[in-house]
């Protein structure tokens, strides 16, 4: 019996993705959120790769390059963000203070 | 060449130079000619000989009315440039030329800020009304249909008087709304045609022999109705008038009340009898009603307004509403005493309007209570408006009374009561003209008025040819009678279908 | 199922769940770096070999090292812990805790009909991946080469504007 | 030859009319004065030489003249005709001569008035009007006439618009007119709808032929008998001829005495055979006519306005002449109509000529004693009462008020089989109406020129004034000659002159008939001779005096009441719906939606103060709901986008 059937892994990442998503909502600081953020990726990834493995297809893999690039790009520029805030010099990191693109 | 095209273009044309020609050589004194009022006199004489060309060439009989054109412009959905010209649309063309040049002579005094702008959309109000006017591609109608109200929003939003956001807003948003009404039911019309026949065309003469269900054709004739009721104002949607007229410069107001109602009753004459009679007759006992109301309610509440322009705009609610009336009354009486009276109308209320606006440069204010007695001061000035009143009163000898007459007559064929009805309408607008009279013309004249220049005699001169034009209306109307009798659909299908079988 | 993924599934969770319940930044991304280790263990176990290692090198090699270094350079932690804790009250997290739980209850009921028992026997190596990344999808690579330029750029603009204090 | 002159004769006013009014600032008075006279002077000749030529042909042949197709449209056709045959030449006449005299008085009368070209500009206008509705052959032609009359009466009637309340009066007189306007346009509308066309020939060919039914034969009829009862201010609309001598005195004269005020009458006599067929139409006029004879003669006898007197005591002639036409004797009315033109112009002339000397003083009480100051005018004055009252044989009232008693006398209503109403009774109100006519006119005559001096007279009147007095003199006292009684020598000149065919004399006519129509003049002499003519005024003395005429001398009686009845709540509704309602009603919706939706965000705050901080969020979220949703928080979105995903998900769970 393979170590990891498919079930599980979309099991797994389903979990992965609520607590991340919980993450991103609970927490109000930018950093914080980034790191949620980046473990939803992960789950994503992880069932394309899951998928990749169920049905035996490269694809998987190739996804979870891409979105491994992608992760990167995204905290590159959320970092930037952030190091731009904080030199702004901006008390908190409170993504709730952003708010000027208000309606 | 065929002068419809050139007709319909021309005016916009000369409206963008005389656009450019305002930017180029920015208004010097006051009172000196700039150039862009130059190049608008010139596009409206030119205009003039197309006209003339086109009246009196010879007819180019491809069409079934004398003046044809036709260029296709979308062949898949059939929608073709089609522009036919019979009598009824050529008077309205000449009326619509006549308060140009009434506008461009009498009413530019005040349009010193942006002349140029105020040109061009000037003249392209009058391409929409020609458009609209000849337009026979039920497509190409609504698009001149839209067109005639955009520069017609900006002139009253840009260049009117105190409140006049609300009411270009008011303005706009009524006929717009009512405009799409009007799409559906055009839309309506070709799908049904469409259905029956497999032939897919927007043209007027093929979609006039779609043979309809009752429901069905009064209900699309219901959704043109509507549309030419807000124009025409009819009473329960006449609201938008008072307060587009009061705030709107006076070269708009003219334009406004001399042509821009004319295309709501030449659209129920073309649209709604021609195009559906059978609904038309259903829909005529309401249809003479709502006339009549109108034309009581209309002097009703014109009796009580205490500002001028205001009370114009309420007595020409009153004379629309005979216009309705004499349109519903199915006989060709009826429908000619309609041309007639908003022949008469047009010019009769562009007096008016002159002459208020003219008080209005003058005193600035358009309250009665506050312009005392003008005879005094301004005797020509006065008399032109004792004129134009007599003739909104339906005084016998002017146009009015001719249209007036011949609408009473036909209704009275019909059956008594709403004549009799209409007839006490008389009472009520000489009630509120001789009010008018009384309160601004010939009265005591307030005292603490600086002295104000009378009207100059060339301006006089303009008046004069108005005011023969409508006693000529008035004591021999034949001509026109016959010069602008709408002629009938042709029965055979229109020769060989514009449309595209897809 | 076996227990060695048994324990990598539970280390993931736990690493993920702690990192979103710390208060101090630093905490967090350590336990992040964890989550990331363990979950290419799990891609091992799926036999995808080469993405773990991507995820080993990549992932969690560069782009923590890059969280931390940010953390550290700002020193993010020590004063902010307060001011965490008053944003991690209950009724704060309550909301969108609740939320969370129902959209993975939701998921869970939904994914398991996709489930089949089918075994994955070969595991897919580099080479199939190296096949496909630079076969089929050759265009997607040139995509995200222009997807990494674009990110460059952003990030180098915007840091480089704290000097500008525009 | 005709066929040219005819149309002149309306053009010539009609050009004075234009050259006087366009040419407002630059002419010098007697200039305009002159033009206005020449271009009515012109039509006067014209007419007279028309009517010789047409006294020369043959008695039934007119001259038709059609001048161009006014509409000709299917179902109904009229044109722009005129014809002037007996009955019209006899109009015309009266029209042009006695319009020249008073714009020959007027040019005198009027020459230092600052506004004398808008004065002979209107009144040109209205000799030009008058002469298309007496001449008019097509019922239609003859409507532009009538509103052209009642349009330049308005003008002048308002001519001094400094005061309001003449322009009141103006505008009062045009809506009452425009009233019987409206009614007669809709006589018209059923004469055209049945007939199909508005020429008088055919509309009479096609009544007296029985094309139409009698109930639209009587509607028709009564429609245009109360068109000519407005314009002739007969019972229900005689309010607005008093006031109408707000204008000055040659409008009163020409149009409230000669002319306007008889359009009515001449109507209904060219329409006779019409009228003729509408029993009932016919005995309705005849006892208005006597009604308003009545009520006329008695106002004006407690009247302290010279010329309001005289203003009633038109109103109560033209009573006898619809008492006449209503008896169907419509000859006798006409030549009524003609002596009456000639001494009521004369009277009100006079009046003028005697207000302007005394200082504009238009009370009679305070005028006094005038025979001496200005003895010609008073010998005018006398000479106009006695024909007025209808002193015998001297005056030609007497001649033409006997023409009608005794037309009155012979007629027969059969109104229904058993009921009919003989004409006696007309008769004795038509003698008493003789009877209060004398006492009041000489009542004026006694006060006004006899008794104490009242106030001094000043200067002379010119002598341009006096020579229009002097014909009108003339013409009152021997215009009666051409028709005489039977009694008298058979001398019926003028109703040969109207329809030589049938012969008015009655055969067993009672000596005593003429006799009493000639006594009671007299006696009505007496009377005033014995109340007012001596030093001491015997009226003063009867007590309880006051208590009858105090009412009645206001004149407001029925002004009371009409204002009251309809001008009041008329302005009252038209002050209460002077908002229009339709507007009103839209822009009402529009602020009621903008209340709504404020007081509904009021009642929200008021709950959701009780909740926690977020839930005053969710409060401004109610007030402006897109604003307060964007409002920049990143996991505000994040929330709201998770929200969605479970809503998804839940679909996918629950279907």
């Excluded at chain 1, 892994?9 to 609970?26: C, E, K, N, P």
């Excluded at chain 4, 206005?36 to 009517?51: E, T």
Aim: glycine share 10%; with cysteine; net charge positive.
């Amino acid at each position: 019996m393979p170590a990891f059937s498919f079930n599980d892994t979309l099991l797994l990442a389903t979990v992965l993705f609520s607590v991340g998503l919980a993450g991103v909502l609970v927490r109000r600081d930018l950093v914080f959120m980034l790191m949620s953020l980046d473990i939803m990726l992960n789950a994503a990834a992880l069932v394309f790769v899951g998928a990749g493995a169920r049905w035996h297809d490269a694809t998987g893999q190739v996804m979870f390059v891409l979105i491994l690039a992608l992760a990167a790009v995204e905290t590159a520029v959320g970092l930037a963000i952030i190091v731009c805030l904080h030199a702004r010099g901006r008390p908190t990191l409170d993504a709730d203070t952003g708010n000027l693109l208000r309606g | 060449m065929n002068p419809l095209p050139a007709l319909v273009l021309l005016p916009i044309m000369g409206g963008g130079v005389a656009w450019v020609a305002g930017h180029v050589r920015p208004r010097v004194t006051t009172t000196s000619r700039d150039a862009s009022w130059w190049v608008v006199l010139v596009t409206l004489i030119v205009e003039t000989f197309v006209l003339v060309m086109a009246t009196f060439g010879h007819p180019v009989h491809t069409g079934p009315w004398p003046g044809h054109f036709s260029m296709p412009w979308i062949p898949a959905m059939g929608i073709a440039v089609r522009l036919d010209m019979d009598g009824l649309s050529l008077s309205l063309i000449w009326l619509s030329l006549i308060m140009c040049f009434l506008c461009v002579f009498l009413a530019t005094r005040q349009v010193t800020v942006h002349a140029g702008a105020f040109r061009f959309l000037f003249l392209a109000t009058l391409t929409g009304i020609i458009g609209t006017f000849l337009a026979t591609d039920l497509f190409l109608f609504f698009f001149f249909w839209e067109l005639m109200l955009v520069p017609m929003f900006g002139l009253i939003a840009a260049w009117g008087h105190e409140d006049r956001q609300r009411a270009a807003m008011k303005f706009f948003m009524f006929t717009q709304g009512s405009g799409l009404i009007m799409l559906l039911s055009i839309l309506g019309l070709v799908i049904t045609h469409y259905r029956q026949t497999g032939v897919l065309t927007f043209d007027y003469f093929t979609l006039a022999h779609t043979p309809l269900s009752p429901a069905v054709s009064m209900l699309l004739m219901l959704g043109f109705f509507i549309a030419f009721a807000v124009k025409l104002p009819v009473v329960p949607v006449h609201v938008w008038l008072p307060d587009a007229h009061t705030q709107a410069p006076t070269a708009a107001s003219v334009l406004l009340a001399g042509i821009l109602l004319k295309t709501g009753g030449y659209g129920m004459i073309r649209f709604n009898i021609m195009l559906f009679p059978d609904a038309a007759s259903r829909f005529a006992p309401i249809a003479m009603g709502l006339g009549v109301a109108g034309i009581v309610y209309g002097a009703w509440l014109a009796y009580a307004q205490d500002d001028v322009k205001r009370l114009i705009a309420y007595s020409s609610i009153s004379h629309m509403g005979f216009v309705l009336l004499g349109i519903f009354t199915g006989s060709r009486m009826g429908m000619q005493g309609a041309i007639i009276q908003m022949l008469a109308h047009g010019l009769s209320t562009a007096g008016l309007f002159v002459v208020a606006g003219a008080i209005q440069d003058r005193l600035h204010t358009r309250d009665m209570r506050c312009i005392g007695g003008l005879w005094a001061a301004m005797p020509r000035l006065s008399g032109a408006g004792l004129f134009f009143a007599m003739a909104a009163l339906g005084m016998p000898g002017l146009g009015n009374f001719t249209g007036e007459f011949l609408v009473l007559l036909a209704t009275w064929h019909v059956s008594p009561l709403p004549a009799i009805l209409a007839a006490v309408g008389l009472v009520l607008a000489a009630i509120y003209a001789l009010r008018m009279v009384n309160r601004i013309f010939l009265a005591a004249p307030r005292t603490g008025l600086q002295p104000v220049p009378d009207v100059a005699s060339r301006q006089m001169a303009v008046f004069a040819c108005v005011m023969v034009f409508l006693v000529l209306l008035g004591v021999y109307p034949q001509p026109f009678v016959t010069f602008s009798a709408p002629l009938p659909l042709p029965v055979a299908a229109m020769t060989g279908p514009e449309g595209a079988t897809p | 199922m076996h227990a060695l993924a048994l324990l990598a599934a539970c280390v993931t969770v736990v690493g993920a769940i702690m990192v979103i319940t710390r208060r101090v930044a630093v905490h967090a991304v350590l336990y992040l770096v964890v989550t990331l280790l363990a979950l290419a263990t799990v891609l091992v176990m799926l036999g995808a070999s080469f993405a773990a290692m991507l995820e080993v090198i990549i992932y969690a090699g560069a782009i923590m090292v890059l969280f931390v270094f940010v953390i550290m350079m700002l020193n993010l932690g020590q004063p902010d812990s307060a001011r965490e804790k008053e944003w991690l009250h209950p009724r704060a997290w309550l909301g969108p805790g609740v939320l969370a739980t129902i959209a993975c209850a939701e998921l869970l009921y939904c994914l398991n009909p996709l489930s089949g028992p089918a075994p994955a026997p070969a595991p897919i190596t580099a080479h199939d991946v190296g096949l496909g990344l630079f076969g089929r999808y050759v265009l997607m690579v040139e995509l995200v080469s222009y997807l990494l330029l674009a990110g460059l750029i952003s990030a180098f603009h915007i840091g480089r504007n704290r000097v500008g204090g525009r | 030859m005709g066929e040219i002159l005819l149309p002149l004769i309306i053009l010539c006013p009609l050009v004075a009319s234009l050259v006087v009014s366009v040419s407002a600032g630059r002419m010098g008075a007697c200039a305009i004065g002159t033009v206005a006279c020449a271009g009515v002077g012109l039509s006067a000749v014209i007419s007279v030489i028309l009517s010789v030529m047409l006294l020369s042909g043959p008695a039934t042949d007119a001259l038709r003249v059609v001048l161009w197709p006014w509409m000709r449209i299917e179902g109904f056709s009229a044109d722009i005709a005129f014809t002037l045959d007996r009955v019209s030449m006899v109009m015309i006449l009266v029209v042009t001569i006695v319009g020249l005299l008073i714009h020959v008085y007027a040019a005198g009368y009027m020459r230092d008035d600052p506004g004398i070209a808008r004065f002979f500009g209107c009144m040109t206008l209205f000799v030009a009007a008058m002469v298309v509705l007496v001449l008019a052959s097509d019922l239609l032609c003859m409507f532009i006439g009538w509103e052209g009359v009642g349009l330049c009466s308005y003008l002048l009637i308002g001519f001094w618009y400094d005061d309001p309340a003449n322009t009141a009066a103006a505008r009062k007189a045009f809506y009452m007119t425009r009233m019987g306007d409206v009614a007669l346009l809709c006589g018209l509308l059923l004469l055209a709808t049945a007939t199909g066309s508005l020429r008088m020939g055919t509309v009479l060919a096609a009544v007296t032929d029985g094309q139409l039914p009698p109930f639209s034969v009587n509607a028709a009829a009564a429609l245009i008998l109360v068109g000519a009862l407005a314009k002739s201010a007969q019972i229900p609309f005689q309010t607005w001829l008093p006031d109408a001598m707000a204008g000055p005195t040659p409008t009163s004269a020409l149009i409230h005495a000669a002319t306007m005020v008889t359009a009515g009458v001449y109507l209904i006599a060219r329409l006779h055979d019409l009228f003729a067929m509408a029993a009932p139409v016919m005995a309705f006029m005849a006892v208005l006519g006597a009604l308003t004879l009545l009520m006329g003669a008695c106002k004006a006898l407690v009247q302290s306005d010279l010329k309001r007197i005289l203003a009633w005591s038109t109103i109560s002639q033209l009573g006898y002449m619809f008492l006449a036409l209503g008896c169907g004797v419509w000859q006798a009315a006409l030549f009524h109509l003609m002596t009456h033109a000639f001494f009521k112009a004369l009277l009100f002339l006079t009046a003028g000529a005697v207000i302007m000397r005394a200082g504009h003083e238009q009370d009679i009480f305070r005028l006094g004693g005038l025979r001496h100051a200005m003895p010609g005018l008073t010998m005018a004055f006398v000479a106009g009462a006695s024909a007025l009252a209808g002193l015998p044989l001297v005056t030609a009232g007497f001649y033409s008020k006997e023409m009608i008693l005794s037309g009155v006398w012979h007629v027969h209503f059969g109104l229904t089989r058993e009921w009919g109403l003989s004409g006696h009774p007309l008769w004795g109100i038509a003698l008493l109406g003789a009877f209060l006519t004398a006492l009041y006119i000489f009542r004026c005559v006694f006060i006004v020129f006899c008794g104490k001096a009242g106030t001094r007279a000043v200067g002379r009147t010119s002598r341009l004034m006096s020579i229009p007095l002097g014909c009108l003199c003339v013409l009152s006292l021997s215009g009666g000659v051409i028709e005489m009684p039977d009694t008298l020598p058979r001398l019926h000149l003028f109703s040969a002159l109207l329809d030589p065919g049938v012969p008015l004399s009655h055969a067993d006519e009672p000596i005593w008939l003429v006799l009493a129509g000639a006594i009671v003049p007299l006696a009505g002499l007496g009377v005033a001779w014995v109340l007012w003519g001596r030093r001491v005024s015997v009226m003063r003395e009867i007590p309880g005096q006051a208590a009858i005429i105090r009412p009645a001398r206001d004149g407001r009686g029925m002004d009371v009441v009409y204002d009251r009845v309809f001008v009041q709540p008329l302005c009252l509704l038209v002050w209460l719906t002077r908002l229009d309602i339709a507007d009103h009603a839209i822009t009402g919706t529009g602020r009621l939606t903008r209340a709504a939706s404020a007081g509904m965000f009021r009642a929200r705050a008021g709950v959701v103060d009780m909740l926690a901080i977020r839930a005053t969020g969710m409060a401004r979220w109610a007030d402006h709901l897109p604003g307060q949703f964007q409002n920049g928080r990143v996991r505000w979105y994040a929330a709201w986008i998770a929200t969605g995903l479970c809503a998804g998900l839940a679909m996918v769970v629950l279907s």
